[in-house]
């Protein structure tokens, strides 16, 4: 077993320093993917003044949505008219006390969907609001350290006993008379079996090795967007078994549903991270002043292609098989999404400090074959609970891809 380092300070410094350059190099080759995403051409002009910019007063009309700006001027939106406005429909008509949705382009950055509701207490932008902890989906930064730190894969086995809610100490120490279960490190993504994910990271990497990985994909600073955002939080212990935990996603890490849907791009992106998008143009008195018609604007590449391609393998198993079966098919089995295959990610853990609440989540992509959108969904219920995060992101795909007329889908 690795030894841990007391020096966590420096691994957070490190993940901060990874989330904030344009892109992250060391044993990576990020030269050949990046050029494709680099059209010769010279950058746009930067645009105006976003100052007044109000994404919680969305005006949706049949083919533009927009929302105002200060000195009289106005944005006009890259969200989708109809898919926007299916989701937010939804969120109102569950009155769900909390809930946030973005729906972003695989490889544009162009955000499609971006619904904030809260039915219950002050109107915030909950999309931007990283208070929420990051629970199971933290699975995929670890899997990622896994893979590229720990030099695991897919089909590593890893056998174990207990950990279905929580992970005591003795359920971290191979025991052979116990450990009567065994399963893959993908299969224990798709079926967020925790054990699983505290022994390896117990095993394979530390503290610093996660906090990097976390860094590269953007904890530790705010994501160039539109509007302020709050940074996602990690701040990993060094005791062995409560970092163990923290590894399944039992605390100590946060996210906004906007840094979950790039993590999910990025993802789905073979590991290239792009600025999200949402400002199409801003106008005055039907002047355009300034339009977004520039090349995707790659933040940095957060994981090798092979290691993306590993977790996609893996989270296709949520979807498929694993603990998003049963919101993504019906009670015959049959897809919701038609011929459209998607990976994915939940993630369900209670408030520490309230045991009214319930976060629930799920990020994903689809097709997994040529990945169009990213979608993140996060939910926080209270103990009288009716839709939770993974039908509200089965619904976004719906919406997307009935409008797209794929085969099998229709509309939520």
């Given at each position: 077993m690795r030894r841990y380092s007391s020096l966590i300070g420096f691994g957070t410094a490190l993940g901060i320093v990874l989330a904030l350059v344009p892109v992250v190099r060391g044993n990576i080759d990020v030269s050949e993917p990046l050029r494709?995403?680099?059209?010769?051409?010279?950058?746009?002009?930067?645009?105006?003044?976003?100052?007044?910019?109000?994404?919680?007063?969305?005006?949706?009309?049949?083919?533009?949505?927009?929302?105002?700006l200060s000195q009289g001027r106005q944005a006009e939106l890259t969200l989708d008219p109809v898919v926007q406005r299916s989701i937010h429909s939804e969120m109102e008509g569950y009155r769900i006390p909390r809930s946030g949705v973005v729906l972003m382009e695989v490889k544009t950055g162009r955000i499609l969907a971006y619904a904030s509701y809260v039915g219950e207490g002050d109107k915030v932008d909950v999309n931007v609001?990283?208070?929420?902890?990051?629970?199971?989906?933290?699975?995929?930064?670890?899997?990622?350290?896994?893979?590229?730190?720990?030099?695991?894969?897919?089909?590593?086995?890893q056998c174990y006993h207990g950990g279905k809610s929580r992970i005591a100490a003795d359920e971290l120490e191979d025991n052979p008379r116990r450990d009567k279960w065994c399963a893959t490190l993908g299969i224990a993504?798709?079926?967020?079996?925790?054990?699983?994910?505290?022994?390896?990271?117990?095993?394979?990497?530390?503290?610093?090795?996660?906090?990097?990985?976390?860094g590269a994909f953007g904890f530790g600073a705010p994501i160039p967007f539109a509007v302020p955002n709050q940074a996602p939080e990690l701040k990993l212990p060094a005791d062995p078994v409560e970092f163990a935990r923290s590894a399944a996603g039992f605390y100590h890490s946060t996210l906004s549903p906007l840094a979950a849907v790039e993590l999910a791009q990025t993802v789905a992106n073979g590991g290239v991270t792009l600025e999200p998008r949402i400002v199409a143009s801003v106008m005055k008195d039907r002047e355009v002043l300034?339009?977004?018609?520039?090349?995707?604007?790659?933040?940095?590449?957060?994981?090798?292609?092979?290691t993306a391609a590993d977790l996609t393998r893996m989270m296709?198993?949520?979807?498929?098989n694993g603990s998003a079966f049963k919101s993504f098919h019906d009670a015959a089995g049959t897809s919701f999404l038609g011929e459209v295959t998607a990976a994915g990610k939940t993630g369900t853990l209670g408030d520490a400090a309230d045991a009214s609440k319930l976060y629930t989540w799920f990020i994903g992509f689809a097709p997994i074959e040529a990945p169009e959108v990213a979608v993140s969904a996060l939910v926080v219920n209270n103990?009288?609970?009716?839709?939770?995060a993974p039908q509200l992101a089965r619904d976004a795909l719906r919406a997307y891809f009935a409008q797209k007329g794929k085969k099998g889908v229709s509309a939520p």
């Open positions: 494709k995403l680099r059209p010769a051409a010279a950058a746009p002009a930067a645009p105006p003044s976003l100052d007044g910019l109000d994404l919680l007063r969305l005006d949706v009309r049949p083919t533009k949505v927009t929302a105002p609001r990283a208070d929420a902890p990051a629970a199971s989906v933290f699975k995929v930064v670890t899997g990622a350290a896994l893979i590229e730190k720990g030099g695991l894969g897919p089909d590593t086995e993504l798709g079926r967020s079996i925790n054990v699983v994910f505290a022994r390896l990271a117990q095993k394979h990497i530390t503290p610093e090795d996660l906090t990097a990985v976390g300034w339009r977004d018609d520039g090349p995707p604007r790659v933040l940095r590449r957060a994981i090798k292609p092979e296709a198993q949520t979807v498929a103990p009288s609970w009716q839709i939770k």
